[in-house]
């Protein structure tokens, strides 16, 4: 299992109850970042946040809403006097804005930082992966390049019929584990134990997808397909589509459309225009074709089960 947690659910313009675009997921002590608008890392604070490595930072385009708690972060985790390896992923260019600001060029960071920059007409491209974790990037229609990502567990090894494999000879632990990895192994009275019949299928991982800003477009379909959580932006109801066309948003019926077309198993809308006091006609608007719709909550956690 590992959770999501958004950090700023508005868009554009920060309310007194909404802060910008921001999403943390967390794995095992290790986290991934989605985009870091302003006040993202005082969000990372009060919800008690910043403790574990972050190894990933993924921005999903340049406009300040999305980018503009970036430095502040990255100062930060310096000052904290951080030293394990952190990767930033984002639009080509992201790279020349972090060393423009004071004290934010790489041979002054205390740690190890590498970019990994998606170019303009790029289709699809895996930018992290760890022993557990890959993240895989498509490009999605905003007025300015725009990237969305997935967050998907590999596979795991399947179960292993203890029982079975004792009465075949398995008496230690590195041999259980061996044949969940495939392995054929010695046994101690002599001869040898395949995995054969004793090793279920490999179990597949969760997976997240995080798609705004954006239009519904294949992109985001891609990126949500059979996802068991989509976080889709929802700035407008249909009521102002028209507006949402003409800024290269979605509205929250477009973005349930995108989750029921992917085969996605849970949406939450995100990025809410600050005309919306309350959500709920977005939700309600959604559910209509998405049943599985809810409105992110700042700070709160959503489990993904395998």
């Not at 950090?7 to 910008?20: C, E, N, W």
Request: proline residues 6%; charged residues 25%.
């Amino acid at each position: 299992m590992f959770d999501v947690v958004p950090l700023g659910v508005g868009s554009a313009i920060p309310t007194r109850d909404r802060h910008l675009a921001g999403t943390i997921v967390r794995r095992e002590g290790r986290s991934v970042l989605f985009d870091c608008g302003e006040g993202s890392q005082l969000q990372l604070v009060r919800g008690n946040l910043t403790r574990g490595r972050l190894d990933a930072i993924c921005i999903t385009h340049l406009h300040g809403d999305h980018v503009y708690g970036l430095p502040g972060l990255l100062s930060t985790l310096s000052l904290l006097e951080r030293d394990h390896p952190l990767t930033i992923i984002g639009p080509a260019g992201l790279e020349a804005v972090i060393e423009a600001m004071p004290g934010l060029r790489r041979d002054r960071f205390r740690f190890p930082v590498s970019f990994v920059a998606l170019e303009d007409g790029f289709e699809h491209e895996t930018v992290y992966q760890d022993e557990h974790v890959t993240i895989e990037a498509r490009p999605i229609e905003h007025r300015v390049f725009c990237a969305g990502f997935r967050y998907q567990e590999k596979e795991r090894p399947g179960s292993i019929d203890g029982e079975a494999a004792r009465d075949a000879g398995v008496t230690e632990g590195w041999q259980y584990d061996a044949l969940k990895r495939g392995e054929t192994v010695d046994l101690e009275g002599g001869g040898t134990l395949a995995p054969d019949g004793l090793v279920g299928p490999p179990k597949p991982g969760g997976s997240f997808a995080y798609v705004l800003d954006t239009m519904p477009c294949d992109g985001g379909r891609a990126l949500a397909k059979d996802a068991d959580l989509v976080m889709h932006e929802a700035t407008f109801t249909d009521e102002h589509a028209a507006r949402a066309l003409e800024v290269g948003h979605s509205t929250a019926r477009q973005a349930a459309e995108v989750a029921r077309d992917a085969g996605a198993k849970r949406l939450l809308l995100t990025h809410f225009s600050a005309r919306y006091d309350d959500p709920a006609p977005l939700v309600e608007e959604a559910r209509e074709v998405f049943p599985g719709t809810e409105a992110a909550v700042e700070l709160q956690r959503y489990d993904v089960r395998r």
